[in-house]
DNA sequence: GCCGAACCGTAACGTACGGTACGGTTACCT
DNA sequence: AGGTAACCGTACCGTACGTTACGGTTCGGC
């Protein structure tokens, strides 16, 4: 083995990479903006210079982050598509759940909060990298739900990239920007059952067939 | 007159004044993230320390930048709740577009880019001025035409704070969220009237008396 | 014409932080 | 045991930037 090589963008990263990007993300998490360099390394008991020899510099470190976050989110079920009703108010009211228990948790927030000022300057694209694997994941994780809801005669909509970025609107609302902007807004575990419930119905209500689809 | 007193909180800023926030607004939008004492100082023909004598520090400066934006989107009209179906969807409607063209303009972008970045550190408060005079103001105006239209028997719901966070998920959806994270997402003003006249029907399907709501 | 206040432009200071260098320690290989 | 590679801890360097200090200029009041 040649000397350990900058964390090829690709593959893995090794058991003691992977607790320093945690330490990365506590430090995120607890300390928001102090994440220099120096914190990092003493947080995760190892050397500056074994970060940068491991990640190349710190924008590769913050990479590597948002990328071992993302790939710890991704590892969730594959839901299969089904054609009762029941089953897909279900599916819905579980995305959406999962959808409001990822935005608001506090990691989610510290990771957006830092890409959204990356974003700002145009060094990287942490922006891009997180819209990827939250936004734009969830709805191609979506998607085949919605139209095989569609095949089966329960949903009628044209183009499910609207359908879907419609129920986003419903169960998102106001949350993720409030948080971000350091609202204090909180969710009990019920609150989320509660608001993932509603936007399913208010969807169906939208975009179900008539043959079911009714509020309370 | 004593020495300029510190930009006094409250009262309005002189005309010199403005211009440097202005020169701070654009130097946002262009820069980004190089928002340095220095380049404001540059761009705006004046002295660093006219800067410090007249904002106290550079939080100072950038609060005082907000709190102009949003005292320059805050000079809108005043609806005037209304009684008729038509009337009631055409006030909506026009929300939904001010409220579109808003978050999609380089200006909020990157002042909630800003905002959002200092919420990371604990040191001020601009995400709770944003949010006061963005989200939470927009809900104040649009109140009163909600509950107008109750009273007017053209609406259903309960809690108008919950109809309209509603309203707000349907009009925005993943809209801003793409935009701070750096998605290249742009907005012909058609579209905005498009998707403000959507979310607008799609609100009155889900909270209109069912004499009237009904969508294409 | 003179004074003082406000302001501009710029130089200077202190610090924080990204990045590098280096000596000491551990652990593995032979 | 000896050699070597990885790594820790820390000292060090350069720079960027917030903040302060200062000399020079403009301008309104007397």
Redo the contacts between chains.
């Keep these: 083995m040649t000397s350990t090589p900058p964390m090829a963008e690709t593959d893995e990263p090794t058991a003691r990479q992977q607790a320093v990007l945690d330490a990365v993300l506590s430090l995120m998490v607890e300390e928001?903006?102090?994440l220099t360099m120096t914190a990092v390394a003493r947080r995760a008991s190892c050397s500056k210079e074994t970060l940068y020899k491991w990640f190349g510099d710190r924008d590769g470190l913050l990479t590597a982050t948002v990328r071992w976050q993302a790939a710890r989110v991704r590892a969730g079920r594959y839901d299969r598509p089904t054609l009762d009703i029941a089953t897909l108010r279900d599916s819905l009211k579980g995305f959406a759940e999962t959808w409001l228990t990822v935005i608001s948790s506090p990691t989610s927030i510290?990771l957006?909060?830092?890409?959204?000022?990356h974003?700002?300057?145009?060094?990287s694209?942490l922006?891009?990298i997180?819209?990827a694997n939250g936004?734009f994941a969830i709805g191609e994780r979506l998607r085949p739900v919605l139209e095989a809801g569609r095949e089966a005669g329960l949903l009628a909509f044209e183009d499910s990239e609207t359908a879907f970025?419609?129920f986003?609107?419903?169960?998102?609302?106001?949350v993720?920007?409030?948080l971000?902007?350091?609202?204090g807004l909180t969710f009990a575990p019920d609150e989320i059952a509660r608001d993932a419930a509603r936007a399913t119905d208010?969807f169906l209500?939208?975009y179900g067939r008539p043959t079911t689809a009714r509020?309370a």
């Excluded at 957006?112 to 000022?117: E, K, P, W």
């Design positions: 928001g903006d102090q510290a957006n909060r830092l890409a959204i000022g974003a700002a300057s145009r060094k694209n922006g891009s997180v819209l936004r970025r419609t986003f609107g419903l169960v998102g609302r106001d993720q920007i409030r971000l902007l350091g609202d208010q209500t939208l509020r």
